[in-house]
């Protein structure tokens, strides 16, 4: 499964790329607000740290206006992938610009049948939001499971897209349905790395480690003590 990050934010992405495990970056609109600044110079700022799919979204409400900034947001940088809204307007733009061979992410997918709809429309990516969902007590991962299963009967190229994951159950849950992509802000894919018992194991080799050596040290320092050297094995190899 990738991982993308899902932030318009340069310095987190900064700290996260030398990890090695970031495939792609999402924004949308209120991310990038915000950050404030001019967006396509940190849209570019991105592109040129992740080198993947960075996710760049339309505001235009209408066809004609999302196919014309989508173009301009393609222009940007080879790896922007254009986000459009899922509806109407966003199926006909999606249909057109995947037509001239721009990548699209549909977004804020909320049903299978949105999703269906998606791929239908030659859609690169579509964005199922899980988080929203649980938040309106329905289950986003299930979500998910259709979405994956749906798009694997009829071998659809599009990529589900986990998106609004907000903790590292949502991940696990994703990577076992078999979805292509998770995009986590960053302090869930910083979350991803812990474990008490990873600390505590760790802890407990290097303290063992240290009193082995302080043992030695003392037993070499001991008046008396036979040293390789008193015992006549100088220079000899094994
Ligand atoms: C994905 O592309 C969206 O930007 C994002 O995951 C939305 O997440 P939220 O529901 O936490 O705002």
Redesign the pocket.
Known sequence: MKFFV?TGNVSEIEKLVPLGIIDGA?T?P??LAKEGGDHRKILKQICRLIRGPV?AEVVATDAPGMIREGKSLASIDEHIVVKVPFGREGAKACRALSDEGIRVNV?LVFSPTQALIAAKVGAAFA?P?V??LDDIATSGMDLIEQIVEIYDNYEYPTEVLV???RHPLHVVEAARMGADVC?CPAKVIDSLFNHPLTDTGLARFLADWENAQAELAKTRKAPGAATPAARGTRGRRR
């Open positions: 899902d999402t949308n209120s991310l996710s977004t964005s939001f988080g929203r998106a609004s994951v995009t």
